[in-house]
């Protein structure tokens, strides 16, 4: 018979472990016929031992969206979940506003590079990063317990995936982070322009480099905020710094301040492969959108709002490059704003918008990485003490970054760099792989098809944009090096 404390034990089980995954404890073993079923006791087998210890539970029952406290204290548990409320128009507005970045700022120079023939590409990986975002929103359909990119990847194709998920997750996030400190420190000198600033003990560093150590420094209280909550501020003031920076060139061209008159080559071959890199960038904002599906009331809506958003932010690149490949021509900056007259008090407006956008990246971008870092410190820890340990490893991190953003002070080679390393891998490689391994029994040949079509091409772009950012990066490096 079932003694009533076995009874006991096996109703707080379930309640802790209905809706949640919890991580195995290195000390439990359990044997089972499938995966799936070894998977399912070494969690319950986690949770178990955690009631049975009197302690508070070890397993991950907290997730993004639904904050669960999970504590087990003589058998008292409290949970407090919060409903997704997300509406279609908000959704629409966060994916756009996650969308839109680095790369309003370089698509007017990437389409007088590759001449005016190069939108189709432009246009058509949006077409491509749209139908991605739609396959994520399916592979979460298809397994309501993903909660975010890696969590798919595993679903895919176990512990590989997540592994591979969650390395292509932080280069891109270290990368990115990269590429907006060397925009702040082009952009920061012309702001200041003039300004003579030289300090005893670092007399090899010029007034520019200053400058935007100073300005990283003052950005380094944020990454010590622990609640995001606290710093969800900042997501909205980057929003309005990028709808500066397109209005201030719009205004500039619609006024009459330059006149748009300048020819566009019909293409540029060779120099497509380098420009691929700065399109896709355009597009990178897949890592958080199975974060959006989940905060949407109606999720069945989601490819109705990546269809919207894409095609809006499209739009929006498009017109943004061809107004200021059309004002500055070959003359065109990699940064649309290092190119606008400096005396017009629109064209200051649009460089402290893109000096202070990168300012509120820092916190953001690695929010994730400091999440997971907390997770992965022992339960034993003070609050206070993870908080410390938290703040100074980002602290490290964004020096880190600010040092390699000095030393490799070449925005556009950076930036296409990511892209073609990185960001089509998250926006089209991974996505396709992941469905087609998920729905492999399900899906039809045409789809299939389309799939394994869109990851041959996105290796290709990715392989050929990644030769071509590397030697312009390496050829800048040593021209520099040769005239010091």
């Not at 359990?30 to 070890?58: D, F, P, T, W, Y």
């Amino acid at each position: 018979m079932t003694s009533p404390h076995s009874k006991i034990r096996e109703s707080i089980q379930k309640l802790l472990c209905s809706k949640t995954d919890c991580l195995s404890h290195r000390n439990h073993q359990v044997a089972s016929e499938s995966v799936h079923g070894q998977n399912l006791a070494a969690k319950r087998m986690s949770c178990v031992a955690c009631i049975e210890e009197n302690k508070v539970c070890k397993c991950d029952h907290s997730i993004e969206h639904q904050d669960f406290k999970c504590e087990v204290n003589g058998g008292a548990v409290d949970e407090h979940p919060t409903m997704p409320d997300c509406s279609f128009a908000h959704a629409v507005i966060n994916m756009s506003g996650m969308l839109i970045g680095l790369g309003q700022l370089s698509t007017p120079y990437a389409l007088e590079q590759g001449g005016w023939t190069s939108s189709f590409l432009l246009m058509g990986l949006g077409v491509m990063s749209t139908y991605s975002s739609h396959l994520l929103g399916k592979c979460l359909d298809k397994n309501p317990k993903s909660r975010s990119y890696t969590d798919i990847g595993q679903h895919a194709f176990g512990s590989k995936g997540r592994a591979i998920a969650a390395a292509f997750v932080y280069l891109e996030i270290f990368m990115t982070l990269v590429s907006y400190t060397i925009s702040l420190h082009d952009n920061i000198i012309t702001v200041f322009s003039g300004a003579q600033l030289r300090l005893p003990w670092a007399n090899y560093l010029s007034a520019s480099q200053l400058l935007t150590m100073i300005a990283v420094l003052l950005a380094l209280p944020s990454l010590w905020l622990r609640d995001l909550s606290s710093i969800s501020f900042l997501s909205t003031g980057g929003i309005l710094m990028s709808l500066v920076i397109f209005t201030s060139v719009a205004c500039t061209a619609i006024f009459g301040f330059v006149k748009a008159n300048r020819s566009i080559p019909l293409l540029q071959l060779h120099k497509i492969p380098s420009i691929s890199g700065l399109y896709i960038f355009s597009y990178a904002g897949h890592l958080v959108f199975p974060n959006l599906h989940k905060s949407m009331k109606d999720p069945s809506k989601f490819t109705k709002v990546s269809i919207v958003s894409f095609g809006s932010v499209t739009t929006l690149y498009t017109v943004l490059a061809f107004m200021g490949a059309k004002m500055f021509g070959p003359e065109v900056s990699s940064q649309i704003t290092l190119s606008m007259p400096r005396h017009l008090i629109i064209t200051k407006i649009a460089l402290w918008a893109t000096v202070l956008t990168p300012m509120t990246k820092y916190a953001l971008e690695l929010a994730p990485f400091a999440i997971q870092l907390e997770r992965n410190l022992p339960l034993t820890m003070t609050p206070r003490t993870k908080m410390i340990i938290r703040g100074t490893v980002g602290s490290l991190l964004v020096l880190l970054v600010l040092a390699l953003a000095l030393c490799v002070p070449y925005f556009e080679h950076v930036l296409s760099l990511t892209g073609s390393l990185v960001s089509i891998s998250i926006c089209v490689i991974l996505p396709c792989a992941f469905y087609t391994k998920i729905s492999w029994a399900q899906i039809s040949k045409p789809v299939l098809f389309l799939n394994v079509a869109l990851i041959a091409f996105g290796s290709f772009l990715g392989v050929i944009g990644t030769i071509s950012s590397s030697s312009l990066l390496l050829r800048s490096l040593k021209t520099a090096h040769s005239s010091a």
